[in-house]
T-cell receptor
Framework: QKEVEQNSGPLSVPEGAIASLNCTYS??????FFWYRQYSGKSPELIMF????GDKEDGRFTAQLNKASQYVSLLIRDSQPSDSATYLC??????????FGKGTRLHILP | EPEVTQTPSHQVTQMGQEVILRCVPI?????FYWYRQILGQKVEFLVS????????KSEIFDDQFSVERPDGSNFTLKIRSTKLEDSAMYFC???????????FGQGTRLTVV
């Protein structure tokens, strides 16, 4: 059974600090990795995607991928209260499906 | 900005009834997906669809479920005989390629009573 694992949290981070979200995956053949943000009762919203080892930055967000360790992370700099949400790690597997982790609840403390 | 649209936003149905959930994927996308999220739980993969056929399905997607692309724009999920445990938020998604990011619709909240 291929898995995407995340710590469910909640992760509490002071406003203005860096939030660090982590994810591991089991399918070594996975090539594409995504971070989605989901507010309560809403649909997942794409935040970042990453295909290559290393870091990818977009504004306050940085995605990090280490395929050897099967590990992907998301850093949120200068955390804002509006960043409070559940963050879903998703992995595109070789067999035409995208698998989601259970999500990490992030709470930014004002 | 192109988006995935789903209708209805909320569907209430009696147990044993058939429901059809509708989706219009982004027009140049080739891969379509249905996901389910039971309240408070993870987003679960149901099925992927490419080139007018199912390319992958999960163990959740049993004989009660079917998908169809009846025309060039719509993508539907049918549940033949709904059960109480089918109550969930159903999300449609689409992507340009199998490796590309998937964009989600706003979801249909299905309530089976």
């Amino acid at each position: 059974q291929k898995e995407v694992e995340q710590n469910s949290g909640p992760l509490s981070v002071p406003e203005g600090a860096i939030a660090s979200l982590n994810c591991t995956y089991s399918d070594r053949g996975s090539q594409s990795f995504f971070w989605y943000r989901q507010y309560s009762g809403k649909s997942p919203e794409l935040i970042m995607f990453i295909y290559s080892n290393g870091d990818k930055e977009d504004g306050r967000f940085t995605a990090q991928l280490n395929k050897a360790s099967q590990y992907v992370s998301l850093l949120i700099r200068d955390s804002q209260p509006s960043d409070s949400a559940t963050y879903l790690c998703a992995v595109a597997e070789e067999d035409d499906k995208i698998i989601f982790g259970k999500g990490t609840r992030l709470h930014i403390l004002p | 900005e192109p988006e995935v649209t789903q209708t209805p936003s909320h569907q209430v149905t009696q147990m044993g009834q058939e429901v059809i959930l509708r989706c219009v994927p982004i027009s140049n996308h080739l891969y379509f997906y249905w996901y389910r999220q039971i309240l408070g739980q993870k987003v679960e993969f149901l099925v992927s669809f490419y080139n007018n056929e199912i390319s992958e399905k999960s163990e959740i997607f049993d004989d009660q479920f079917s998908v169809e692309r009846p025309d060039g724009s719509n993508f539907t999920l049918k549940i033949r005989s709904t059960k109480l445990e089918d109550s969930a938020m159903y999300f449609c998604a689409s992507s340009e390629t199998v490796e590309a990011e998937a964009f989600f619709g706003q979801g249909t909240r299905l309530t089976v009573v």
